[in-house]
């Protein structure tokens, strides 16, 4: 039999910028909580309880347990990892130029848009949230009402106009 070999690297996640809401960094040591005191020992004992059945090698049940609880510590570690770089957002009120956090109004092609500037953990463009180093998010970093940015999308450049920031 042949031993699968694995690229840890392959399976990584790239690594967010750490910025985030209160709300999200709350809901991420909610689901921490959640893995590590409830999930994880529920599969723990699942997969004790299939390894005294004997043969690991035709054993389904035993290698699908372990596969859950592996990918369960995996998600743990990365939630661990966030939390440990966690850098809170807090959006100031007022502010004369698109900041982290903060909310702003563009007119594209006629339209208006209203999009929030967050981490990359947060971010959901379907949703108006875009991450701070996206190429509309960091174009728009620093910038006034009634400035207007250039992005390239595919090949050609569309441009957003600040109507106004909150």
């Known amino acids: 039999m042949r031993v699968p ?53 035709e054993n389904a049940a035993y290698q699908i347990a372990k596969g859950k609880l592996r990918g369960i510590n995996s998600r743990i570690t990365e939630i661990e ?3 440990k770089r966690a850098e809170i957002i807090r ?9 982290l956090g903060g909310t702003v109004t563009v007119e594209v092609s006629g339209r208006q848009k209203t999009f929030q500037i967050l981490g990359g953990a947060e971010s959901d463009p379907s949703s108006g949230i875009i991450s701070k180093d ?6 728009l970093i620093g910038k006034r009402v009634g ?20």
């Open 81 to 83: 990892e966030l939390l």
């Open 91 to 99: 959006p100031q009120k007022g502010s004369l130029t698109v900041a």
């Open 134 to 139: 996206s190429p509309l998010g960091s174009k």
């Open 147 to 166: 400035d207007k940015v250039e992005v390239r999308v595919k090949d050609k450049s569309v441009e957003y106009k600040i109507i106004k920031i909150e």
């Open 5 to 57: 070999i694995r690229k840890a690297d392959k399976y990584l996640r790239p690594k967010t910028d750490g910025h985030m809401t209160e709300a999200k960094y709350l809901e991420l040591a909610l689901e921490l909580e959640k893995l590590t005191k409830r999930v994880r020992p529920r599969l723990t004992e699942e997969v004790k309880k299939y390894a005294s059945d004997g043969d690991f090698s």
